[in-house]
């Protein structure tokens, strides 16, 4: 009640300003206490689509529940991150950007032509595929194209149908993910084989399809070899040095070219007559002798004085002989990935070792024992030197960190420093201000000042003085230099038993000088 009679003794600019402060202090409790307690938000969804990343907002405003629009991301508290999209994906939400079979309820039939109903038919069968590839694990976005095979009614030939899958991936896809896609897409469309289906990555290339030889595979594939043989060496190193101790590296040149060789080969020496054919002629001639005369025109009989005639002939012989002999027929086809050679390279802990420098035999010692883990190399990786493989083991100390340089884990209390340190700034600096406003404003104006040197001057001297003085520097009201009733009346109003136990020492002092008189 005093409290409610001081704001009441206030003037009103004072009650003006002693609101306004408070008012200001009330906001900045309250900017405080959100800053302090407000939870981080959390990635909602990101990349949809206008008409989808509306629908997830109407979706959040009519359920109140407060979000963050941060270029094309929609961010929500983290604690009510997981709950929202189950609760999204149960309505359908967010709808797929890309559309299938659907496209086909909108066709009618009595105003569609043929060649529409083929484009949103085959538009239609690319967005299905296009979600199916999606659905696959590791591919953030795709998009399926087809060849439609579109021909004429009156043409004999029909052309080859192809298709391309371009997609892109968070981690590179194997040889079989490639080709389970060319099956998928290969399958799902009539006529269409998986080798004419294109899978494209615009970062890594052409992944699997026509004319496509794998060329990267096999570099993976050695390079998943050199790993496993490393850590084939350096387990069996560190059985005898330590754990730690060893280091290895082996680099593999792969054969990364396609080759088909075909040769034949014939064995004269194994020839066998086949057949044999003889080939006799006979040839024959006839000659005479005498002049020409008129009897050598004339029948034989007649003319047998008329002259004389000789015959002769002559026998050809030719023999032909054919033989079959013995072929070969090699074909030789190499792959690529055939490992050309092998290099390894190992590096020991001489100071693991147990080998004492200054020893007289140390350099014997050494070398012994990095012949015998050559050999132990050699053998345990299945080396061949005449194919060129080579190896090399080195003896050296490794370089010890020392114990300064290593930085340890954070603790719990480091981690709560990195989580809330700038909110326990903030909540501390609207402390403070929070603070100066109520000891410097508003405590001011519930208590004003007082003219303790005035109440002296009009209250006298002397004891009874200096006691009215100091009840008057303590009480509250109007300045006596500008209205000394009223401010005795103020005081005598507030403190009344102060007031009559003054009047009362007063009337005592009177009294006393009256008897001395």
């Given at each position: ?269 194994s020839k066998v007559v086949r057949n044999r054919t003889i080939n ?136 709560l420093m990195d989580r809330y340190f700038w909110s326990g700034l ?25 003219a303790t040197e005035a109440a002296v001057g009009a209250a006298g ?57």
């Amino acid at each position: 009640m005093k409290f409610i009679e001081t704001l009441r003794a206030l003037p009103l600019t004072r009650q003006l300003m002693l609101g306004a402060a408070v008012l200001g202090i009330v906001l900045a409790m309250t900017f405080m206490v959100q800053g302090a307690t407000k939870e981080p938000m959390a990635l909602l969804y990101s990349g949809l689509e206008p008409q989808y990343a509306g629908e997830i907002i109407e979706e959040l405003e009519q359920t109140g529940i407060p979000y963050e629009i941060k270029g094309g991301s929609i961010f929500i508290p983290e604690g009510k991150r997981d709950e929202v999209r189950f609760a999204l994906a149960k309505d359908g939400l967010p709808r797929q950007s890309v559309q299938g079979y659907e496209l086909l309820d909108d066709v009618n039939g009595f105003s569609v032509t043929s060649e529409m109903y083929n484009a949103a038919y085959w538009r239609a069968k690319e967005g299905e595929l296009t979600r199916t590839i999606l659905a696959i694990p590791g591919i953030s976005s795709a998009r399926v194209h087809i060849g439609a095979n579109l021909r004429s009614g009156f043409s004999r030939a029909q052309s080859t149908q192809t298709a391309s899958v371009t997609l892109s991936t968070t981690h590179t896809l194997s040889e079989s993910q490639a080709e389970a896609i060319q099956y998928l897409v290969a399958l799902a469309v009539s006529g269409l084989n998986p080798e004419d289906v294109a899978v494209i990555d615009p970062t890594k290339g052409i992944l699997a399809g026509p004319k496509t030889d794998h060329m990267a595979e096999p570099a993976m594939a050695a390079e998943d070899q050199a790993a496993a043989l490393e850590q084939k060496i350096a387990t069996l190193l560190e059985a005898r040095v330590g754990i730690g101790n060893a280091r290895v590296s082996v680099s593999m040149d792969v054969n990364r070219e396609r080759q088909r060789i075909s040769q034949v080969t014939f064995d004269p020496q194994s020839k066998v007559v086949r057949n044999r054919t003889i080939n006799d002629s006979t040839e024959s001639g006839s000659g005479g002798g005498g002049a020409l005369t008129v009897a050598s025109n004339l029948p034989a009989d007649e003319a047998a004085g008329g002259g004389a005639s000789s015959s002769n002939s002559a026998k050809n012989s030719s023999e032909s002989i054919a033989y079959e002999i013995n072929e070969t027929r090699t074909e030789i086809e190499t792959l690529p990935g055939q490992i050309k050679r092998i290099s390894i390279a190992v590096l020991l802990n001489e100071q693991a070792l147990g080998i004492d420098p200054a020893a007289a035999d140390a350099a014997t010692v050494r070398e012994a024992l990095i012949t015998d883990l050559q050999a132990l190399i050699t053998s345990g990786a299945g080396l061949d030197l005449e194919r060129g493989d080579s190896i090399s083991v080195e003896l050296m100390p490794f370089q010890q960190v020392p114990a300064d340089d290593l930085v340890a884990a954070p603790g719990m209390v480091q981690q709560l420093m990195d989580r809330y340190f700038w909110s326990g700034l903030q909540a501390l600096l609207l402390g403070v201000v929070v603070i100066v406003l109520a000891f410097g404003v508003v405590r001011p104006m519930l208590m004003p000042k007082l003219a303790t040197e005035a109440a002296v001057g009009a209250a006298g001297t002397g004891p009874a003085g200096a006691l009215g003085a100091a009840s008057l520097g303590e009480a509250g009201g109007v300045s006596p230099e500008s209205d000394p009733f009223a401010y005795l009346k103020d005081y005598a109003k507030e403190r009344e038993e102060e007031t009559a136990a003054l009047l009362q020492q007063w009337l005592t002092e009177d009294q006393k000088v009256a008897v001395n008189e």
